[in-house]
């Protein structure tokens, strides 16, 4: 723009040097016409040049335009790229804040099923606490009023009875000793110290141990019950051998589970499987030589065990009248009530009344069955311990559920008497605390 302004003013020089030449000239004579048709030219061309440029201007105008567009656009496109970052940002964003609510909602689960775990552990504590300490008064109260029972009808009775209990023995001596002659059955004999010594040898026997002899007819569950006694499923690699039919032939022995316990355990031969008389089968199986004997029953006794029960009080040998299978038998009561297993329909509440009332009956009838039978066996009154084998074993391993503390029966208290007994005749001082 500033080289067409200059060749401007040089043209208006131009020009205005030759108008002063044409005043001063005469008139009629003018040699500058060419000069001035010159002047012309150079003024068309410089109008030319003006047209030109303005055109330039106008292209530079719509570039400039065009230009701004652009710039305008790379702004928009600009703005709308950091728009996308800003979105992409905060989808970033609001993905991390859903992850971390997520795991703080997971924690929240994690810390709450903990605390539930934690509360229905100490329920089940409670449970187990609140189970063994009203077993235990039952057991003191049952036993107050045994014991008070027992001693108002012996003062009542104890000088009537001796002396018909003496002539009764002698009665029945005389009977009993008449029929042996007549069938050329032997007394049983006392052993020797020679038969004690190789009875002994036998079973293993071992001072400082306390040996614990299972008896009973078979398939009354003998090898079952050890096994649980023990802490041990039927089909642990170390258990008894268990069957529907009796599967012990011979004598067999156990030891303890536990090598601290200084018990040891021994499954005898059902009576029902040997070729021996009831009153033969005490001393057949040597049971003279154990510390204590466990006589599993049914509802009726059978004579082997009133020969067993007799002789171990002639051996001073503790005895403890035991009916297992509990569960086996409470089903069975459970279905002459019209209990159905299969039966859909039949809810918990209903069927856990079932269950109480059918445990009851068991229980009374069960220790009614026996006092009939040790009183119709002329035996003194003993207490019998009604467990099941499965709940036994749960006791024995510590691991009393709220579920297996409502299926206990007698097995705490069975499990109390039988090896605290053992420790105080062993002289291990104080009686085990069943855990």
Wanted: charged share 30%; hydrophobic share 40%; net charge negative.
């Amino acid at each position: 723009m500033g080289g067409v302004v200059s060749v401007i003013a040089a043209i208006a020089a131009a020009v205005g040097a030759i108008l002063s030449s044409i005043r001063s000239e005469p008139a009629g004579d003018n040699p500058t016409h060419n000069a001035i048709e010159e002047a012309n030219r150079l003024q068309a061309e410089q109008q030319e040049r003006d047209r030109a440029a303005q055109a330039a201007k106008e292209e530079a105008d719509r570039l400039a335009q065009e230009a701004e567009m652009n710039a305008q656009r790379a702004r928009e496109a600009h703005a709308a790229m950091e728009a996308a970052q800003a979105e992409a940002e905060r989808m970033r964003r609001e993905i991390d804040e859903a992850r971390t609510a997520a795991q703080q909602v997971a924690e929240a689960e994690r810390r709450e099923a903990d605390r539930r775990e934690q509360e229905i552990r100490e329920e089940a504590k409670r449970a187990l606490e609140a189970a063994q300490q009203e077993a235990l008064r039952q057991k003191q109260l049952a036993d107050a009023e045994n014991r008070l029972a027992t001693e108002a009808q012996r003062a009542a009775e104890e000088a009537a009875r001796i002396a018909a209990d003496e002539a009764r023995a002698a009665q029945e001596a005389k009977v009993e000793l008449e029929r042996q002659l007549r069938e050329g059955i032997q007394p049983v004999v006392m052993p020797s110290a020679a038969d004690l010594e190789d009875a002994r040898r036998r079973i293993g026997y071992r001072d400082g141990l306390y040996h614990f002899a299972v008896a009973g007819i078979a398939g009354s569950g003998k090898s079952s019950l050890i096994n649980a006694l023990r802490g041990l499923r039927n089909k642990d690699a170390r258990a008894a051998a268990t069957g529907v039919t009796e599967t012990t032939l011979c004598v067999t022995r156990f030891p303890d589970s536990d090598p601290k316990n200084p018990f040891v355990w021994y499954d005898i031969p059902g009576a029902g499987t040997l070729q021996v008389r009831d009153w033969q089968y005490f001393n057949e199986q040597r049971l003279f030589v154990f510390d204590a004997l466990v006589v599993l029953v049914d509802n009726r006794f059978t004579m082997t065990d009133i020969a067993i029960l007799r002789n171990a009080r002639l051996f001073g040998i503790p005895c403890y009248i035991v009916r297992s299978k509990a569960d086996s038998h409470l089903l069975n009561l459970m279905r002459d009530m019209g209990y159905e297993s299969d039966d859909e329909e039949q809810d918990a509440q209903s069927r856990a009344t079932l269950e109480y009332t059918a445990r009851q009956h068991l229980v009374s009838a069960t220790r009614q069955n026996v006092r009939d039978n040790l009183r119709g066996a002329d035996l003194p009154e003993q207490r019998v311990y009604i467990v099941s084998n499965l709940t036994m074993l749960s006791v024995t391993k510590g691991n009393v559920t709220t579920k297996i503390a409502k299926k206990l029966i007698d097995e705490f208290e069975f499990l109390q008497d039988l090896l605290g007994d053992a420790y105080k005749r062993r002289g291990g001082g104080s009686s085990t605390t069943v855990v």
